[in-house]
């Protein structure tokens, strides 16, 4: 289970690097990019898991795929901020969130986390979750997928059902688990009728002309 969900989460940075080069922009929001990357190195270097060679290997390919994504938000994250504030110094604030954002996740693991690290990557997960809502709101946005949504969705959803078995009383970690299915789900459904909407105002506007 945990190896199908680590294909499926591949999708979505692969999906994710295809749409920066053709669109030159981000499919995920970029504070849970600086957060997940944080995580994806400390989980790679500071707190490897112990399943495996194979499943290792896929905490690397993210850390890798990621690493492609994370130095585009250097260069495309200011489209996604609406505030001149944060938009005129975005490098300076990502550079100080991935240092903060490796350091409070290795720490975390290292004294909190059980095996694998999903309580700090559920976290992260679910901040993610919520997060994607926030790019339907950007006016002409269009770093918006429903690649990106569903592999998320469904990659989280099958790993996150794999620790709930695995840990039956770890009532914390499966309602993390459940709360990033709902928010995941509205992302999409969302994502779906807005472009739908799109759609149906494109199809209106050939038929006026």
Known sequence: MFFTGSMLWLVCYIDTIRD???KKTLNIPIGCVVTNYGWEI?????FVPNMGKLLVAAYWAWAILDTYIFISTFRYGYKQCLLPFFRDKIRFYLGIGIVVSFI???TFMVKYDIPMAP????I????MSVAFLYLLTIPGYEGNSLVTGWSKFLGTGIINLMFALKY???YFL???GISCAVFDV?????LHRKKAGVQTARQFEMQTV
């Not at 309580?119 to 559920?122: I, N």
């Not at 992260?124 to 901040?127: A, D, E, R, V």
């Open 42 to 46: 400390a989980a790679s270097i500071v």
């Open 124 to 127: 992260i997960n679910l901040y």
């Open 186 to 190: 509205l992302y999409i459904v969302l």
């Open 174 to 176: 499966i309602s993390i």
């Open 168 to 170: 039956p009383d770890n």
């Open 104 to 106: 409070t996740q290795a």
């Open 20 to 22: 920066i080069r053709k």
């Open 119 to 122: 309580v700090s990557g559920d």
